[in-house]
């Protein structure tokens, strides 16, 4: 029996398949590019080819994209990242205080105590504390991201960079360079940059305790993790699978689910990547809010209605 988690964010659509006992049997860091639907497509491509869908026993979908993924796929569960993304972290250590989670374009904390969710921030408002900045910065510097955290590891003298708007960060970066900075200290000091940021709005008034937990891609930056410890004088743990580790919650969601309900999987299978899938906008003229409102349509059904603020239209989405 498998279990199948899916996380659609704006940067990356995270799919894993996991056993009976959480092992990650298959992990697919996959680039959303503005279109989820598409990212999902391929992933299950690839899965088609080594399971059928009689192998997978309960799906749970999250992120931000993660009512979409539900109606496309057949959730069994759909959970919001922050209980996933914790769900993940106490099945490897149910000692776990905090987390520490960047993505591409929004960072999160979530304090825990006693295996539950006691407190969380998000940021979603500026880029200077999320990846897609370091990975902007990264190109104008012509260093492969990969090879960003090992610059920053080289430093000897970091440069102090300002790091509260991402537009004033890149003018200050520049400023540094023109000055004769090394590529080392500009990295080491976009770095110091990010976790000020992070700490100074995502983590204000937040307890930091030990254990702590980095996950997210941003985690895979060893100048980053490095600059967290140095800032909290605190030892940060990267778990194996940082980088789905809301897909790994998810799918643990769902096995539970399956466990309590004792019912079968709403999985429509991997078929759906020779769906059509096709959206259409209408303006819903129910109130004076007139929200503007996403049919998708596959093989000329209806999959769901989305972006409305009232539950009207999400009360017809096809089962």
Known sequence: MYYMGVDVGSVSTDIVIVDEKINVLESLYLRTKGRPINAIQEGFKFLKNKYEDKHISAVGTTGSGRQIA????????????????????????????????????????????????????MNTVCAAGTGSFLDRQASRLDI????????????????????RCAVFAESDMIHKQQLGCSNPDI??????????NYLNNVAKGKDIQSEIFFQGGVA???????AFEEAL????????????????????????????????TRFKGFDLINTNFISKSFECTGCPN???VIKILGSKKIIGFFGGRCEKWNKTISA
């Open 187 to 196: 990295i080491k000091g976009l770095c110091n940059a990010l976790v000020r």
């Open 220 to 226: 895979a930056n060893i100048g980053i993790k490095n």
């Open 290 to 292: 007139r929200c503007e």
């Open 233 to 264: 004088g605190k030892e940060i743990v990267v778990p194996k699978n940082f980088k789905v580790m809301g897909a790994i919650g998810a799918a643990i969601l769902a096995k539970e689910s399956l466990e309590k309900s004792n019912t079968f």
């Open 144 to 163: 492969p991201i990969n090879e960003f955290g090992n610059y920053a590891l080289k430093s000897t003298c970091p440069a102090r960079i300002a790091g």
């Open 70 to 121: 539900a109606s496309i796929i057949g959730a069994d569960v759909v959970k919001n990242e922050i209980t996933s993304h914790a769900v993940a972290a106490l099945h490897l250590d149910p000692d776990v205080r905090t987390i520490l989670e960047i993505g591409g374009q929004d960072s999160k904390i979530i304090l825990l105590q006693n295996g539950i969710v006691l407190d969380f921030a």
